[in-house]
């Protein structure tokens, strides 16, 4: 072959109109192979005269070297080219809605959708936000709340122990240890209420093991009995969305408040459903008092045990079921689907706050 610009223009051509690496590679072998055009050339170049070897050699030289610069641009406009088809296809469309089904599936469990309608209801009325551990210890969870040891009101919780038993580490049996928490690390007044788990080795339909319960404390100058009952009663016809709601304190006996009160809210019960707010039955919803002066003695010290202060306790699971009409407490935590969808809250389920 003496004249290659007729190979070299077909090269060229071929080179342009491949459109992917394996067909570039095709052609590389087609002209650079071991049996390729080219190479079957240059064998033949020892055969001729110095002069044509120099020739010839120079123009398969150049030939080679526009082959393979244009075969590395080509790799590059084929690689760009395939990122932007890439890019085209994996492109999402942010104008389109959401599909609705994915939440419908997922559900708020009723125990934090209740305790968050309490944080927003406790929080709009003054309180501010507290938290213990659940691993509490003897003082706090008993001696402080003046439940010294050997007392009968320790029968009465249930404990479980954590560990050895001189540890003296417990679940906590009630959110109360909060209340010694905060009035030995804050400053009074107080005004503070406390949710969170709590534990009692007990199971049965109306117990389970762990439960949920709400503390409310308030320490200041001058705060009564009368302040508690206009609080509860307040809190009391939010919750429930009812102005109807009547509440009856009854004198109970608690070792960390005196005088205290278990306190009933009025109901009626037809055909197996409760109606909140009328008739005459009562369904007991939580215990409350004035801070006994102990309590303040053991975490404030002798000098401020006079200081006046209310406390409550509420089981949340308890106003769960009277709210939403649930009738059996061990549901809440068998993690059955079927029920989380039907007694479950959809995400943007919000809390009415309207009465504010
Ligand atoms: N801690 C008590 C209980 O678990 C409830 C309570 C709290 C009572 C605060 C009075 C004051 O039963």
């Known amino acids: 072959m003496e004249n290659y610009d007729q190979l070299i223009q077909s090269a060229m051509v071929e080179i342009d109109s491949s459109n992917s690496i394996e067909l570039l590679e095709n052609i590389r072998i087609k002209y650079f192979g071991k049996n390729g055009i080219v ?29 393979f610069k244009n075969v590395e641009l ?3 406009r084929i690689r760009k080219q395939e990122i932007s088809e890439q890019l085209k296809k994996e492109s999402i469309d942010i104008s389109l809605p959401p599909r609705s089904s994915s939440f419908i599936e997922a559900k708020i469990h009723p125990i934090t959708q209740t305790t968050n309608e309490i944080v927003s209801i406790l929080g709009s009325m003054g309180l501010s936000y507290e938290e213990g551990p659940d691993v509490e210890d003897d003082f706090h969870n008993f001696t402080a709340l003046n439940i010294p040891k050997n007392h009968p009101a ?7 122990y954590v560990g050895e038993k001189n540890e003296g580490l417990v679940l906590r049996t009630h959110t109360s240890p909060v209340q010694i928490r905060t009035l030995m690390n804050k400053t009074l007044p107080l005004r503070i209420f406390a949710p969170g788990r709590t534990y009692r080795c007990d199971s049965d339909i109306t117990h389970t093991p762990m439960f949920h319960q709400v503390e409310g404390l308030v320490v200041e100058e001058g705060v009564t009995f009368a302040n508690l009952k206009w609080f509860l009663e307040k809190f009391c016809k939010i919750f429930f969305n009812n102005d109807d709601i009547n509440l009856r304190f009854r004198p109970s006996y608690f070792p960390f408040t005196e005088p205290s009160a278990e306190v009933d809210i009025n ?6 459903k409760i109606h909140l707010g009328e008739g005459d039955s009562w369904m007991e919803i939580l215990g409350c008092g004035m801070v006994h002066p102990n309590v303040f003695k053991m975490s404030l010290g002798e000098k401020n045990m006079n200081t006046n202060g209310f406390a409550f306790g509420m089981g949340i699971e308890r106003l769960a079921m009277l709210k939403y009409g649930m009738p059996d407490l061990r549901n809440f935590f068998e993690s059955d689907l079927r029920w989380l969808r039907h007694y479950g809250f959809s995400f943007f389920e919000t809390t009415d706050l309207s009465w504010r």
Do not use: A, P, Y
């Open 267 to 272: 109901c009626k019960v037809e055909s197996g």
């Open 154 to 160: 320790r029968q009465m919780h249930d404990t479980f």
């Open 74 to 76: 080509k790799k590059v």
């Open 39 to 67: 190479s079957q050339e240059l064998k033949k170049i020892s055969k001729l005269n110095d002069e044509k070897k120099r020739k010839i050699g120079k123009e398969l030289n150049e030939f080679k070297s526009t082959f």
